[in-house]
């Protein structure tokens, strides 16, 4: 059976001013997969997630998501956002509420109804669930280290349990104990909830573990978008110089002694 | 997909048979309350929930049933989550799992009574009004320091940047302040000789205009200007500055932003105020001696004359005096509450009202000093 496609990316083409950034650009995320997606600095990652959720306008192309179409005709903003959350690469939190009421402002937005209590718990839930102690819901976001921040945008993606969630670069900043449990929990959230894990990572770590595909953005295109053994085995230069250099083999050393441990 | 609903059988063993999408989309939220309710009445007695109906699980539903199950006598017991609940499906046992680990309830803590909390905030603004007061007086020798030593070491001296303010807040503002100038001017000629139109006394108008735009409105009305436009633009940029750590970085690099952030600023508005206020005596004459001659038959050539010889020079030189000093309040307040901007984007827009506030405060508090001071003199 073929995977279905819950994103579907065609010929894409982003531009600002004279630099083109994507270019005939396609991809496609199936559902229920933690899709890796790796690229130079630069190469238009965070460009192409804000091109599916909507918030960049491409200049041509065709871009759908849980098979509502996002570009040329804009789905409405209702429609889709109760169903993904976003992680943005620096947390974007809203600095003039608390944690607590950053991560209950969808919960409210979707749900006006809910009761204080109702809220208050669900937030305390996700807040622990992304690994977040106690007491850190009264706290203001500028109050918080950059890993912590991480992890409330975390809990404020998770809080209406999205169908996709889109991560820009989540474990970047965290310690690798942190990150390791980062992956374990987006992990499990996948398994659990059936969530489909759209992540811009540079941790080649969370890419082994975590990563059902692997989507190579390069020359403003995704030069291929599959599973890693096969994204390795391409002779693509940039692709061996990222996987073959001495990170990348290191990582993947690492790796393959703990599998066998 | 179904709504979530619940039925209960109350009893010694009391039972819940929870069917449908227990979800967030599904209505959690309607049926919460109702659940609490039943959670008070069965306190402490053996719990059973069937979950044989539940066609669907998140995260939510997951926390609402074990937060249930856990308030129904001593169930908090990690090591069997799942006790207490029938029919379980593979799928919504991890959940069911997962929530148990992690029931933790941000609450509030309750307001206290109001009496108090309205003490404590005039407390607390007392105390501010003080230390601010202080902090602002420490910055402002802090500023002349660094201006002394810029002097004294002219390489620290930075014509880019003090060019730049000096446009943005100089120049762009001409027309703006010559068209307000001119305009006062007229109103003041205008409103003038009605009134002295019943003594007779018309002519007297060119006085008027003279003394009061020279002396009083043509700076003042500059320095409001200024503090409304380039006060609130230096807090501005210097407050979301501090907010993206950009002055931390420049005190890691060694660069004191007194220097490169405040200095340039101070010195831009030194001598930006003075030509803006130089202008508006100019047109504030421009615009009474128009009036003058278009409504009240006074011939520029008598305007002119009478300008020169009654209104002395003096009441220049005292409007001119006001004008550094007024820019260099301004531009002091505007990056000291630019510096003062601490966590939040919110901070940042209060800051910038406080910094209108405070310059538009003390150019008026300046002004009247200075007016006691030349009335003292005499001048
Ligand atoms: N709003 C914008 N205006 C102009 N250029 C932009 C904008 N956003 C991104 N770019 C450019 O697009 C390119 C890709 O950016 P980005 O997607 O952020 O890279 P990365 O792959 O590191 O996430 C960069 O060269 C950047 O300069
Ligand atoms: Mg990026």
Redesign the interface.
Known sequence: MAPENIIEVRGVRNQFGTQVVHKDLDLDVHRGEILGVVGGSGTGKSVLLRTIVGLQIPKAGKVEILGKQIYPKRASAKEIN?DIGILFQDGALF??MT??EN??AP?RE??P???D??A??????????SGLN?GV??K????LSGGMRKRVALARA?A??PKILFLDEPTAGLDPIGAAKFDELIM?LR???GLTIFMVTHDLDSLIRATDRVAVLAEKQVIINAPLDEVRRSNHPWIQEYFGGPRGRAAQGSNLASQSA | MSKAEFSVEDGPAPRIEARGGWTMADGIARIDAQIRKFTETTLDKPLIIDMAGVDNLDTSGAMVLQRTMQACGARADLSQPLKGFENVSDHHKVLLEQAAGNLVSCETPPPRASWLVVLERVGQATENILDEALHIMSFVGAVMVRMFETIRHPGRFRPTSVVHHMESAGLNALFIVGLMSFLIGAVVAFMGATVLAEFGAEVFAVELVGISVLREFGVLLTAILIAGRSGSSFTAAIGSMKLREEIDAMQAMGIDPLDALVVPRVLALLIAVPCLAFLAAILGLVGGGAVCALALDIPPALFMARTQEIIVIDNFIVGMVKAPVFGFAIAVIGCYQGMMVRGSAEDLGRRTTISVVQSLFLVILVDALFAVFFMELDY
């Open positions: 109760e600095s003039s944690v607590a991560v209950m919960l979707h749900h109804e809910i009761s209590e109702l208050e718990e669900i937030a305390g839930m996700k807040l622990s669930l106690e819901g009264e203001m976001p500028s109050e998770m209406l349990d499990g398994d659990n909830l």
